[in-house]
């Protein structure tokens, strides 16, 4: 096999070679997937850990990738010609491997103190920072790399998984409580007043999101939500005892059972269509088209790089119309995402991460995310013909920026659903569910 220049051209004379990518497709149907089988000899030749290599061409194509240490291969899902690996490996030694001064594969890389990944080059001296908006950019962050052309272990600074960094921050939260405990006894004993201990999040962007999620504050939009619920039920109910006066209020014994539901079900629905031509039905679908606008002005703002501003006039919504961070997800999948949905999650990514660090429950806003937002928009929303398929990539996009768990997803997918909408999407989300659950049997593997 001919070996390539690093970089591209065709001097022979050209001393710094790589061998080409070998790429093997191999399963069939949802198990499609292509095995990169020389990564390892190829990330020798370009100085680079092999597992980034395999990330970035899964990243490029909007797909799930694992690595195997002990075969030396790196695996990503689906099929894919290995002309179009070789192209994305050519980008990935552009952009991470290349001097961009003299553009030749002389740069080391390193982690600076503020978490950024700095190129040194051996040949002219360039020192800069790499491309931090590259998703790989995250994945190097987490996995360092060593000296010797691999990545760090934990031990060393490496990657830590999800469930080390709960165990951390937990671990944490308890020396925070702890530390406020004995703060509060020594205001027993000398009438101190120390500020209390700050155990949230130390993420220096979390106030720029402005609503009020203390205790007092949710329990007062809860109270007004309910209101609101108990004046439609209330509605709704006048008009179902309106239509019933007169009526045979009776059951008719156990032989009349079936009847009776069949009865029951079809009076839900003429309540339900009355009320879909009442007042009531026609102001709260005023709000909502008024608030889809609100949010779509946000959106466009996000889309702009202009955060801040995105912020401000969510922060609006939500204030206007006694919104939770969980609405204003339920409207931001409804009106943000098309076919290129993928891309677009990571456009919008510091505007999702503001908006979940804005939820007093967070277990529960990610719940939301998966079911019904992620559901319905693959499953039910305008694109759910080209979606469906990428239900995959998007769960994974949502992972990567924190804005799933691994127990959140495996648990959404194990319980599974009797809806249609619900199986489909399962189904199609199921390569992606195998992945993460043999990525954490692995895991678990190292660790004994």
Request: a negative charge; hydrophobic letters at 35%.
């Amino acid at each position: 096999m001919s070996l390539l220049n690093i970089g591209g051209g065709d001097d022979p004379a050209y001393r710094y070679k790589m061998p080409p990518v070998v790429g093997k497709k191999e399963g069939i149907g949802n198990g499609k997937k292509t095995v990169l089988v020389n990564a390892t000899d190829v990330g020798k030749a370009l100085k680079r850990p092999p597992q980034y290599l395999v990330k970035y061409c899964a990243v490029e194509l909007g797909a799930v990738s694992t690595f195997d240490k002990e075969q030396g291969s790196g695996t990503v899902n689906g099929w894919h010609e290995t002309p179009v690996l070789q192209e994305k490996t050519n980008k990935f030694i552009k952009e991470w491997v290349l001097c961009p001064r003299c553009k030749l594969p002389e740069t080391s890389m390193e982690l600076g103190k503020k978490k950024e990944i700095i190129f040194d080059c051996k040949a002219c001296g360039y020192h800069g920072v790499a491309d931090m908006m590259h998703k790989l950019a995250t994945f190097i962050v987490n996995n360092p790399p060593d000296a010797k052309g691999g990545i760090q272990d934990k031990a060393a600074g490496g990657k830590k998984t999800k469930e080390d960094r709960k165990r951390e921050k937990a671990e944490k939260n308890a020396a925070g409580a702890k530390k406020a405990a004995a703060a509060d006894d020594d205001d027993d004993d000398d009438g101190g007043g120390d500020e209390p201990v700050d155990i949230a999040d130390d993420d220096d962007d979390d106030d720029d999101w402005a609503i009020d999620t203390s205790a007092e504050a949710v329990a007062a939009r809860e109270a007004k939500a309910q209101a609101s619920f108990e004046k439609i039920e209330a509605a709704t109910k006048d008009m179902s005892e309106t239509k019933l006066d007169g009526g045979d209020g009776g059951d008719g014994g156990d032989g009349k059972k079936e009847k009776k539901e069949k009865k029951s079900k079809k009076k839900d629905k003429e309540d339900e269509d009355e009320f879909a031509d009442s007042p009531a039905a026609k102001a709260l679908e005023e709000q909502r088209e008024k608030i889809k606008v609100e949010v779509k002005a946000a959106v466009a703002k996000s889309e702009e790089k202009q955060i801040d501003e995105a912020v401000k006039l969510l922060m609006a919504t939500a204030k206007s119309h006694e919104l939770e961070p969980n609405d204003l997800f339920g409207f931001i999948f409804d009106v943000a995402f098309d076919e290129d949905a993928v891309k677009q999650l990571k456009t919008h990514e510091k505007l999702l991460t503001k908006l979940l660090k804005a939820s007093p429950d967070k277990k529960k806003t990610r719940k939301f995310i998966i079911s019904p937002c992620v559901e319905t928009l693959v499953g039910e929303g305008p694109h759910k013909g080209v979606l469906l398929k990428k239900t995959p990539a998007i769960l994974k996009a949502l992972y990567d920026m924190d804005l799933l768990e691994e127990d959140d997803l495996v648990k959404w997918f194990d319980k599974g659903s009797k809806r249609k909408l619900g199986k489909a999407v399962r189904e199609a989300a199921e390569p992606f569910v195998t992945w993460l659950k043999e990525a954490e049997s692995d895991s678990d593997d190292d660790d004994e």
